[in-house]
């Protein structure tokens, strides 16, 4: 049975209660973070840490006022600047521009590069695992109900993989901020016993959806989460959704690698208007997401 979400938003006074309690790291916890971070950059010395070390010590020395040049990158062919401020307002203009934040390097850094993995939304796949799934309705999906409990999880280990996560309690901060503002929205995953086992997170502005992150507790249900919401980001007229950096999940799932160029000259339009406002709500269930067809989803928006 599908999950009432009105069952499941918080009250607005615990709100701060409960980021205040998920929303933090222990001491140990952070020097575990920022220690594999300067590993990962000692085994990069060369192409890394040494340009890395003198921009830190340029905007250390001036601190940069303005959002940085998305174009002019300047460690990694990505980086293009330290970030000195997470404000709304600031986190807003750095994605119409095409950047975004990262933490690899032992400070928050922008982010923009040469190529994004995005997708268009007539070439949704759902590979027939998932689809299998979703038509089983194993799983129900909610949107924007558990913000606070999905951040957390996506900054969680994953097994196989050094615990360098760039969503750190500041982060959480900045984007729930967001979220408060209807431009971050989160999408939960629930099984039958009403226990959320995937969900993930992104940013929306006018018609672009820039995925953040997934995290799944059960076998694909991030990729149902994910279905589930694409299919709704198409319906609402959505014109990409924002992958970042290639992966081969997001490739089985329909995304395309296409140069910075290219997506910046998307954002210039598509991030000034349309796009869906305030909290979501799912339209259909996960069925009817299995059963949708991309090209008439568009003919309908158009």
């Not at 006074?13 to 020097?31: I, N, Q, S, Y």
């Not at 259909?284 to 989803?297: I, K, L, M, R, V």
Request: with cysteine.
């Amino acid at each position: 049975m599908p999950i009432d979400p009105d069952l499941l938003m918080l009250a607005a006074e615990d709100v701060a209660a409960l980021r205040t309690g998920l929303f933090r790291e222990t001491l140990l916890e952070t020097a575990e973070r920022n220690a594999l971070r300067w590993v990962w950059a000692l085994k990069h010395y060369n192409l890394v840490l040494l340009p890395f070390a003198a921009l830190w010590l340029r905007e250390t020395i001036a601190p940069r006022t303005r959002l940085p040049d998305p174009t002019h990158t300047r460690v990694d062919g990505e980086c293009t600047g330290l970030v000195h401020d997470l404000s709304p307002a600031t986190l807003t203009a750095a994605y119409k521009r095409g950047l975004y934040t990262s933490d690899h390097y032992g400070a928050m850094t922008w982010s923009s590069p040469p190529e994004r993995c995005v997708l268009f939304f007539d070439n949704l796949r759902i590979n027939k695992n998932v689809r299998r799934l979703m038509r089983q309705q194993r799983y129900s999906v909610t949107f924007d109900t558990r913000f606070e409990q999905v951040i957390k999880a996506c900054a969680g280990r994953r097994a196989g993989k050094w615990h360098t996560t760039w969503i750190t309690p500041r982060i959480m901060r900045a984007y729930a901020a967001l979220h408060d503002r209807g431009l971050v929205h989160s999408f939960e995953v629930w099984n039958a016993d009403g226990a959320l086992v995937g969900g993930g997170y992104g940013v929306a502005l006018g018609r672009i959806f820039f995925t953040e992150s997934q995290f799944s507790l059960e076998s694909n249900t991030s990729k149902v989460g994910f279905a589930m919401l694409n299919a709704h980001l198409a319906n609402w007229g959505y014109i990409l959704n924002d992958g970042k950096k290639h992966t081969d999940v997001l490739a089985e799932t329909g995304f395309t690698v296409i140069p910075r160029t290219e997506f910046l000259a998307h954002l210039a339009g598509g991030t000034l208007s349309g796009g869906k406002p305030g909290r979501w709500r799912a339209e259909f269930d996960t069925t009817q997401a299995a059963d949708w067809q991309p090209h008439a989803a568009a003919d309908a928006a158009a």
